[in-house]
């Protein structure tokens, strides 16, 4: 294989210590892909590479080696709504969008439920793919559009705006490998995965996952005056060190302080 052929897809962090890579083919080697942070850097602790469609691979769908689609629906990211007695279909470019909300000839998938409370839909793959790539979401019989959320994988955005999945005809299921590290990341750090071998190193930016935009403090935020002083706090979980910069005029002088905090303060 030439170095210049691309192996990593993509890769994101699904916890500070653990995270997905997704490949841009099968592993079926016994030994673990080549896989490091960045050049010369640490093993991982553990992974996984056997083929298997993880429903977190490809955001809300993927595609087999059959050649067939699968649309996925996690009931749980949806607490509101009762599949069972609220109709669900994928609609998108395929089926005109609203024309399948209430349409019988509009459900263009077979419907079915997983053990771990996936609704699937399923379908013949060819008539989804096209370039540009035809977008997708959610809907329920009463309309209702469930959103796509920017972080996704695939997410593309149109021109009023709005987030929508976009199907990438090169989408697969499985080729992933999952893997957990020793200790928990440094998020401050700009990481990257590389896969080296004979013929070379390629390395991709690895980026926080879903668990990072959930990330939160419970003490406020901003200036807070209280007790003769006034406390600036920032929540700030990427950054290595804060800058505040204050400045008032007094007379037509202008005087500014800076202060440098460690971020963990």
């Not at 079926?28 to 590479?49: C, R």
């Not at 599949?83 to 209430?102: L, S, Y």
Request: aromatic letters at 12%.
């Amino acid at each position: 294989m030439s170095m210049h052929e691309q192996r990593i897809a993509q890769a994101w962090l699904e916890a500070p210590d653990s995270g997905i890579i997704e490949l841009t083919r099968d592993w079926t080697d016994a030994a673990l892909p080549p896989l490091s942070w960045g050049p010369g850097g640490p093993a991982f602790g553990a992974a996984d590479t056997r083929g298997r469609p993880h429903v977190w691979l490809r955001e809300r769908f993927f595609v087999n080696a059959f050649h067939e689609i699968f649309f996925f629906l996690q009931i749980a990211h949806h607490p509101d709504i009762d599949p069972v007695k609220t109709a669900v279909v994928p609609g998108g470019d395929f089926n005109d969008w609203q024309e399948a909300v209430g349409n019988p000839n509009g459900d263009c998938c077979r419907r079915r439920w997983t053990a771990t409370r996936v609704l699937l839909f399923a379908a013949a793959a060819e008539r989804f793919f096209s370039q540009p790539p035809q977008r997708f979401k959610f809907v329920t019989g009463e309309h209702h559009w469930l959103p796509c959320r920017p972080q996704a994988v695939n997410a593309v955005r149109d021109d009023l705006g709005n987030y929508n999945y976009a199907i990438d005809p090169r989408a697969r299921a499985g080729i992933c490998s999952v893997f957990t590290t020793p200790a928990p990341v440094d998020l401050t750090e700009a990481l990257a995965v590389t896969w080296t071998d004979g013929g070379g190193a390629e390395q991709v930016p690895l980026r926080p996952g879903g668990f990072f935009f959930q990330l939160k403090s419970h003490v406020p935020m901003g200036a807070i005056v209280g007790g003769g002083e006034t406390t600036f706090r920032l929540f700030a979980p990427r950054a290595r060190h804060v800058r505040l910069h204050l400045s008032s005029n007094l007379k037509g002088a202008e005087a500014a302080v800076a202060y440098d905090m460690d971020r963990r303060k």
